[in-house]
C-alpha cells in the first residue's frame, strides 16, 4: 500500500502565496507522473499541475505563470508553489501519484486526502 500525506494549505489574503507538499510512502519501486488537482465546492475535480518522473511539467490555463510545481523523487515529494493567488483558487487540493510497487508492475493511481486552501478577497 502507498499513502499520500498533503501539507501546507491555509487561509490566505488574496495576491498572497502557499506552498503544498505532498510526500508519498508506503511499497514504492518508483513513481511515475505526480500532480496536483483541485475540487472547489459544487465542481468537478480538475488538474491544477502534474510532473513526470523527469520534470516534465503541465499546467491547467487558469495557473499558468503563478503556480509551480516541483518534485525530489529521493524523497517521494511533490511541491505546489502557489503564488497571486485568487479567490477562485479557494479549493480542495489533492495530491496523486502514479506507483510502480514492484520493477514488473504497471503504475496504480494513489491519492492524498486533500488539503484546504483559502483565498480571501
Known amino acids: 500500500q502507498v499513502q499520500l500525506v498533503e501539507s501546507g494549505g491555509g487561509l490566505v489574503q488574496a495576491g498572497g502565496s502557499l506552498r503544498l507538499s505532498c510526500v508519498a510512502s508506503g511499497s514504492i519501486f518508483s513513481i511515475n507522473a505526480m500532480g496536483w488537482y483541485r475540487q472547489a465546492p459544487g465542481k468537478q475535480r480538475e488538474l491544477v499541475a502534474a510532473?513526470?518522473?523527469?520534470?516534465?511539467?503541465n499546467y491547467a490555463n487558469s495557473v499558468s505563470g503563478r503556480f509551480t510545481i516541483s518534485r525530489d523523487n529521493a524523497k517521494n515529494t511533490v511541491y505546489l508553489q502557489m503564488s497571486s493567488l485568487k479567490p477562485e483558487d479557494t479549493a480542495v487540493y489533492y495530491c496523486?501519484?502514479?506507483?510502480?510497487?514492484?520493477?514488473?508492475?504497471?503504475?496504480?493511481?494513489?491519492w492524498g486526502q486533500g488539503t484546504q486552501v483559502t483565498v480571501s478577497s
Open positions: 510532473i513526470t518522473s523527469g520534470g516534465t511539467t
Open positions: 496523486n501519484a502514479n506507483v510502480r510497487g514492484r520493477p514488473w508492475s504497471t503504475g496504480f493511481d494513489y
